[in-house]
């Protein structure tokens, strides 16, 4: 069993000292919480709940603490990939919901698996998900002093269980100053993917991840028989060509975990049962 979580990039609300050690300590308090439930549960079960707790956290941008767009209003997204199953599941643009991850849970269960905008939010009134504000006072003070921090974060975990099954799970409260409509990778394949040979979870700016179809590209590099550490190398060549910024975790079938980033302001934690690393 293996049990990769990441908090993604540090924004301008968590550039203190303060803020980034309560933001490795939660991650440390995730990572292990989350290693305990997969000893019992599955990696699709593990890495919702490993994100639910990201995103209750409001220290990260996802749920609780997610960035505010251009018009004022919190828009997240969220996917969940089982790499069992081949099943994607997704919300894009979903609102006043506290645990979008939950949702894209739920909507694994029916066949019309990523909903967007207004069809999600209707999806999730209708399907008991209470009506819940994510937003804290210190995202509206950065959204009113209009400083649009680059590569702000976004959660993910990705999960091995005892059956050898993966799974990937991401979610994020988006860039920031977007757009009303603007889509986030979180929802999409290149920012979330797994099968039965790997899992990535992406952080970082939308745009270039799908640009370089980040977590697809991994993914189906290590199914081509490269390793997880040569899949990752190909794939930030391919980012770096148009400077792109993003992060990312992978864990492969037999166990191997590897994480890359284009600019060295991600934070990560791992957590084998045994040693447990935080970095950033
Ligand atoms: N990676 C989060 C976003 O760009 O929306």
Redesign the pocket.
């Known amino acids: 069993m293996k049990l990769l979580i990441h908090g993604?990039f540090f924004s301008e609300f968590s550039q203190s000292n303060e803020i980034k050690l309560a933001k490795q300590q939660a991650m440390e308090r995730i990572a292990k919480s989350a290693f305990e439930f997969l000893k019992t549960h599955t990696a699709l079960e593990t890495v919702v709940y490993a994100v639910e707790q990201l995103e209750d956290d409001p220290l990260f941008n996802a749920g609780i603490g997610s960035q505010i767009q251009s018009d004022g209003i919190i828009r997240m997204?969220a996917s969940l990939m089982d790499g069992n199953s081949k099943k994607f599941s997704g919300v894009i643009n979903i609102q006043k919901v506290k645990n979008p991850i939950r949702v894209a849970e739920h909507l694994m269960k029916v066949d019309d698996r990523v909903l967007g905008g207004e069809g999600a939010n209707g999806y999730a009134a209708v399907n008991g998900f209470d009506s819940f504000s994510t937003e804290i006072p210190e995202r509206r003070a950065e959204y009113e002093r209009k400083l649009a921090s680059l590569g702000?974060?976004?959660v993910g975990c990705i999960a091995l269980d005892s059956n050898g099954k993966l799974a990937a799970a991401t979610s994020?409260g988006?860039?920031g100053f977007?757009i009303p409509g603007r889509i986030?990778?979180?929802a999409t394949v290149a920012?979330n993917y797994a099968n039965a040979d790997c899992a990535v979870s992406?952080?970082?700016?939308?745009?270039d991840?799908v640009s370089a179809a980040v977590a697809s590209k991994i993914v189906t590099r290590v199914t081509d028989g490269f390793s997880i550490e040569e899949s990752f190398g190909r794939t930030f060549n391919e980012l770096a060509e148009f400077d792109g910024f993003a992060g990312a975790i992978g864990l492969d079938k037999s166990g191997n975990m590897f994480w890359q980033e284009s600019h060295p302001k991600i934070v990560f934690a791992a957590f084998d049962g045994e040693e447990f690393t935080v970095f950033q």
Request: proline share 0%.
């Open positions: 993604g997204s702000t974060g976004t994020t988006g860039k977007e986030s990778d979180s920012g992406c952080t970082g700016v939308g745009e991840i």
